[in-house]
């Protein structure tokens, strides 16, 4: 959690209660912990929680400071569930409880003293220990110190982080001797800017030096503070926020081109098996969506499959997706688009009936609502590039998952038997089948595996957004404008489509809209189609018209 | 700017959609006059140093063996492909070289090509009157009335091409022979000066082949007519003069008795079977 | 203007019109003079929805003209239909005056919900009612135009145009869902009052617009029938089977296609004017992909390339469409989708196809014609 930087109303009163906080965390750590009778401790804890039942924040605050002064080892425990509102008292025996889970009626609590497992407790017998806004950025602070000493390095740095602009005086000199014994760089890089923001407040025109540079928001807002006045220090922080003005715009450039390619990779994903039912065998499927849909909801079926697994049902479901996806156009072929071969308008009213039909039948069996997909755990989360940019780790594995789909498709078609079968009987079906091919199975091959890869996409299309039956529909068009945009008949075309499709969208977005975004992207494939009809990257020899 | 431009050229298929017979100049020699032309493709030379005048009102054969570069030498006349270097002439007042397809076509140049294709879904007749030469615009087009003198047009090609009784059959169930010969009636309507046909008997019975000779002779004098053929004894039928083309240039012209006792003629076909066997 | 009455001449055309006259008279009579309580009785309900499947009709006739004759498979004329619509929505929008909600004179209701000072430059007009109905086949007519141009310039054709039609419905959809758009967003145009000065809720009007939609499918067949028994009907039909072998003839096959396409947009837009009305509302829904490909569904089960087949394929997809959704709602999608099959797959020359095959059978028994094609 990132702490906010709402308090810099309060700097002076703040600074007298992170002093106290401050003294009394360094006696906490630096002193040898007393050994002390169990009975000693529960008389002392409850005197100490005892204080901090009282109306007065005033007092409250002292109260805290005496538990952090107690050195007493639940203290941290203690304070973080003062923190998050569940340190609760019993209002007929008065005594004090962690409630570990606040949902429902009845609450699991524990003791706060003892620590003993107390059962369910109604919450209608509790009073919380109520704390207002300084109090909390207090605890905050002081549970951040406690973590810069005690924490593993991961803990360290993000205590680092909150304590950028929170420094004052006393606390600048514990962090100085913290930073001596700091073996992190990362942690010393954020203590020397929280330092650093320290000094820029007293005026020490060095410390922009040390903050030139920072993406992170709190020294931004030291930095603007300072940049206010006038003077050298001013003009110093001015120079450092333009610099940083920069910076800033680099990453929502490379954040944009990150969701850009993120996008264009789902419809590069979309499109690809389209690119080669229609691009390669030119069958118009407008039954692709619900192709792509079925995938997401064999990945759906996989994870009800195999509850509490989400890692594993993620990875079954890539194979039992395509394999749906491929068998359920094979029926399609074999069922509709075989009958009518060399028709492609007819192809495609029948496909679209298709594609009505397994809508409906998705409503019917499944449900007409939304479904959502978990997201396995290693799955989810981010990559931090710095403190103004990272990564949704989802859309990465969407995206190498992409760039793998695409690669094996380019394998298939350019080095096994059944590419070359496919790419002959395309060019010449009679000399194809003179030669021995035989074409039909060539066809059921063809479509099953663009198919399949629909089943692909929707897999992975179901790690970012929700499954439901109208899923399809909303990428046919897309599927479609991608592939003729590229260039029907080339995969590669079709890979540069959807990532320049999705790139520009998202640089569009932010002054557009996202719809009008989408709507001048249409528009523009509809116009860049009539001055080149047959797409990016034409391919030489196939007639272009359908 | 565009549909500005556009609606120039509408004018100019105005102008060129106007009767434009009498244009052509045919008093100082030949109707149709190539010389010096060398078109290459990827450094092959289809047509090389080609030399080549037709007649007014003559009928004239190309023969030639596989690659001799007749279908370009079409492509050329009609348009299709520019030439490196060399001149096109039609009449001595119609340079071919600065005018595009439909240019061409409209001067009165017309091509059959190998393979028929006449509208299926409409009849014999139908096909007739779409291709009569007529205001093709859209809206004289939607206006367009039948007229006795337009009839009388279509009869009259009805009856040179022998397809009179199946006027009112839609030209989808037309043998392969009646397609072509409605293929050259198509391009009698727009009352062409120049006909160039490719290879009109291929895949023809005797007797289609018979009328075919019939029809391609009947027109020789109205119009000046092109052919080019493999079939050696339907050129014989037909033919007064022969030109044999080899690898993109004349071997040999004249008459088909003159040509089949030439002996560089001889080489070539012979050479060529010889090679073969 | 001969070649407009050549139809008349055709006795398929005699024949339509007779029974299209017939049956406008019946409901008529059946609404007026038959009391409420008698069996026979036709409400005011049902001529509404009958006035709405002879708009519906009138599209799937356009659709016909550019799919049947000129082998467009357009996925745009419900985009075309509600452009009518609209412009006809606008119209009843500014009749209704103060009579709205927040009573503004001259704001409709949802401009006066954002906030808005003014009419936007492209509502000036529609109080009008003679420019509010010129824009019912100039709106539909210029983007047709534009569109049109563009496409066939460039000799896209076959599915390619189909596919770029259908993205041009979508991309008119998200904008007609957008609020900024000033055309009511979500809600598009509705709660109207009155056309030309008469009460849209009473059922004499809603005769009237019965009676109108029934003159002009009546007026769009007959423009249709004059346009393809013309000497342009044959060369749009040639440019379907071999587009390259008629430019080669020296038509224009792009300026073909987009005159019949304009006119064709024209009719959409007429359609959905009429449908407005009836309905009482437009909203940016018209312009979902699925409806219009579902008009030519409508035609393709009708029997393409016949206007007629048009017609009934519009009039009982819609009627089973009312029955079904009635009835049970869920099954309708599974009876449509499994139409689009079976009209491509099992009917490919659909119901006026098969009509045609028995009549001609018929006649062949009955005459001894030697001529029998293939």
Same mark, same amino acid.
């Given at each position: ?5 709402? $308090? ?48 007065? $924040?005033?007092? !409250? ?469 009539? !001055? ?15 | ?68 570069? =007749? ?43 190998? =393979? ?162 | ?126 109080? &009008? ?38 993205? &041009? ?18 809600? %598009? ?25 029934? #003159? ?63 309905? %009482?509302? #437009? ?66 020359? %659909? ?24």
């Amino acid at each position: 959690m990132r702490i906010p930087c709402t $308090f810099l109303g309060h700097a002076r009163w703040h600074a007298a209660m992170t002093r106290i906080v401050s003294l009394g965390l360094l006696c906490l750590l630096i002193a040898i912990p007393v050994a002390a009778t169990a009975q000693d401790d529960v008389d002392n804890g409850q005197a100490l929680l005892e204080a901090l039942d009282v109306r007065s $924040f005033q007092d !409250k605050a002292e109260a805290i400071n005496a538990i952090i002064e107690s050195e007493d080892e639940r203290a941290n425990d203690w304070l973080q569930a003062l923190l998050d509102g569940d340190l609760q008292r019993h209002k007929d025996d008065g005594r004090f409880v962690i409630v570990t889970d606040n949902v429902g009626r009845e609450w699991p609590v524990i003791d706060a003293l003892s620590g003993d497992d107390l059962g369910e407790m109604s919450r209608r017998d509790l009073a919380r220990i109520n704390i207002n806004n300084a109090l909390r950025r207090q605890l905050r602070s002081a549970l951040s110190m406690v973590e810069l000493y005690t924490g593993d390095r991961d803990e360290r740095r993000e205590a680092a982080k909150g304590l950028i602009g929170k420094v004052d005086d006393e606390l600048s000199d514990s962090l100085a001797s913290r930073l001596e014994n700091e073996s992190d760089e990362d942690v010393r890089h954020r203590l020397n800017q929280a330092l650093a923001v320290y000094r820029l407040e007293q005026g020490d025109i060095d410390a922009v030096e040390t903050l030139a540079g920072s993406l992170n928001s709190d020294v931004r807002v030291a930095l603007t503070r300072a940049a206010d006045g006038e003077g050298a220090v001013a003009d110093a922080a001015q120079a450092a926020l333009a610099d940083i003005e920069q910076t800033l715009k680099l990453n929502r450039g490379a954040e944009t081109l990150y969701f850009g390619l993120s996008m264009g990779s789902v419809l590069v994903l979309a499109a690809i098996g389209l690119a080669i039912t229609f691009g390669v065998m030119g069958v118009i499927n407008m039954a692709h969506g619900e192709l792509i849909m079925l995938g997401a909801y064999s990945s759906w079926m996989m994870q009800q499959l195999l509850p509490g697994y989400p890692g594993i049902a993620v990875l079954l479901s890539i194979p039992v997706g395509f394999l749906v996806s491929a068998l359920v156009g094979v029926v399609i072929e074999r069922s509709v688009i075989q009958h009518l071969k060399g028709r492609p308008l007819e192809t495609l009213l029948a496909t679209f009936g298709v594609s009505l039909i397994l809508q409906q039948l998705v409503r019917t069996v499944v449900s007409p609502l939304n479904r959502s997909v978990t997201t396995p755990e290693w799955m989810s989360g981010s990559v931090a590039i710095n403190d103004a940019l990272s990564l949704t780790l989802n859309r990465l594995y969407v995206m190498g998952f992409a760039v793998l789909v695409f690669a094996a498709l380019i394998l298939v078609m350019h080095r096994t038997r059944l590419g070359l079968e496919v790419r002959a009987v395309t060019q010449n079906r009679a000399m194809a089948r003179s030669m021995g091919i035989r074409a039909t199975r060539v066809d059921i091959m063809t479509f099953a595996l663009g198919s399949g890869v629909a089943g692909l996409a929707g897999v992975a299309l179901a790690q970012l957004t929700n499954v439901g039956p109208n899923l399809g529909q909303s990428y046919i068009i897309d599927s479609f404008m991608v592939v003729v945009f590229g260039g029907v008949g080339n995969l590669w075309g079709t890979l540069v489509a959807g990532l320049s499709l999705g790139i520009i969208n998202q640089v569009l977005e932010p002054w557009a809209g996202a719809v009008l975004a989408k709507i001048m992207v249409l528009v523009f494939i509809i116009l860049f189609i009539q !001055k080149r009809p047959r797409g990016l990257f034409p391919q030489k020899g196939r007639a272009a018209e359908g | 700017m565009n549909l500005w431009q556009s609606m120039a050229r509408r004018d100019r298929v105005f102008d060129f959609l106007a009767p434009t017979a009498s244009s052509v100049d045919v008093r100082h020699g030949p109707i149709l006059y190539l010389e010096d032309v060398t078109v290459s493709f990827d450094g092959f030379r289809a047509i090389d140093n080609l030399n080549l005048t037709i007649d007014d009102g003559e009928l004239r054969c190309i023969i030639g063996p596989n690659g001799a570069g =007749k279908t370009t030498m079409m492509d050329i006349i009609t348009g299709k492909t520019r030439p490196d270097t060399g001149s096109v002439w039609f009449g001595s007042r119609h340079d071919l070289l600065t005018m595009n397809e439909p240019e061409i076509a409209s001067l009165g140049i017309g091509r059959k090509f190998q =393979k028929p294709t006449v509208f299926e879904a409409l009849t014999v007749f139908e096909n007739l009157e779409l291709a009569m030469a007529a205001d093709k615009r859209v809206i004289p087009t939607l206006t367009a009335r039948l007229t006795g003198e337009i009839r009388d047009r279509i009869d009259e090609v009805l009856t040179m091409t022998g397809l009179a009784e199946q006027q009112h059959a839609l030209a989808g169930i037309l043998s392969h022979g009646q397609k072509q010969w409605l293929e050259i009636g198509m391009l009698l309507m727009q009352r062409p000066r120049l006909l160039l046909v490719d290879e009109p008997v291929a895949g023809m019975t005797e007797q289609e082949m018979e009328r075919t000779a019939e029809l391609l002779t009947g027109l020789a004098g109205k119009q000046s007519v092109v052919v080019v053929e493999h079939d050696m004894g339907f050129v014989r039928s037909i033919a007064r003069t022969v030109t044999v083309l080899h690898q993109g240039s004349v071997l040999a012209e004249g008459s088909m008795d003159q040509v089949q006792s030439d002996p560089s003629v001889i080489e070539v076909y012979l050479g060529e079977s010889e090679e073969a066997a | 203007m001969h070649w407009l009455g050549r139809p008349f001449n055709e006795r398929s055309t005699q024949l339509f019109l007779l029974v299209l006259v017939l049956a406008v008279t019946l409901v008529t009579v059946l609404h007026l003079a038959v009391s409420p309580q008698h069996p026979l009785y036709v409400s005011g309900y049902t001529v509404g929805l009958l006035g709405k499947y002879l708009c519906f009709a009138l599209l799937a006739v356009a659709v016909d003209l550019v799919w049947g004759y000129l082998g467009i498979l357009s996925l745009g004329h419900g985009a075309f239909f509600a452009l009518g619509g609209y412009a006809m929505g606008m119209y009843l929008m500014r009749q209704v005056g103060d009579r709205g909600t927040y009573g503004d004179p001259v704001l409709p209701d949802f401009m006066v919900f954002m906030n808005w000072e003014s009419l936007p430059w492209y509502w000036h007009g529609f109080d &009008m009612a003679w420019f509010a109905f010129l824009m019912v086949f100039l709106a539909p007519g210029a983007l047709a135009l534009v569109f049109g141009y563009l496409a066939f310039r460039s000799r896209v054709t076959g599915v390619y145009l189909s596919i770029i039609t259908q993205a &041009m419905t979508f991309a008119l959809m998200l904008a007609f869902f957008r609020n900024e758009m000033g055309f009511g967003g979500n809600n %598009g145009l509705t709660d109207f009052y009155d056309i030309l000065g008469f009460d849209l809720r009473s059922n004499a009007t809603g005769l009237g617009l019965f009676i109108a939609s029934g #003159i002009a499918l009546a007026f769009g067949y007959l423009l249709c029938r004059s346009i393809v028994a013309s000497k342009l009907g044959r060369v749009c039909v040639a440019s379907r089977d071999a587009e390259a072998r008629t430019r080669f003839l020296g038509y224009r096959v792009e300026r073909v296609q987009l005159f019949v396409f304009v006119v064709s947009a024209m009719l959409a837009g007429l359609a959905g004017a009429l449908y407005v009305p009836q309905v %009482g509302i #437009i909203n940016p829904s018209e312009f979902e992909p699925l409806f219009s490909i579902e008009i030519v569904v409508w035609v393709a089960l009708g029997g393409r390339a016949t206007l007629y087949g048009a017609v009934i394929g519009a009039i009982l997809v819609n009627y089973a469409k009312t029955i079904f959704t009635g009835v049970m709602p869920d099954a309708w999608l599974f009876a449509l989708g499994g139409l689009f099959v079976i009209s491509t797959v099992l009917l490919p020359k %659909g119901i006026a196809g098969v009509l045609a095959h028995r009549f001609r059978r018929r006649e062949a028994s009955n005459t001894t014609k030697t001529e029998v094609p293939a």
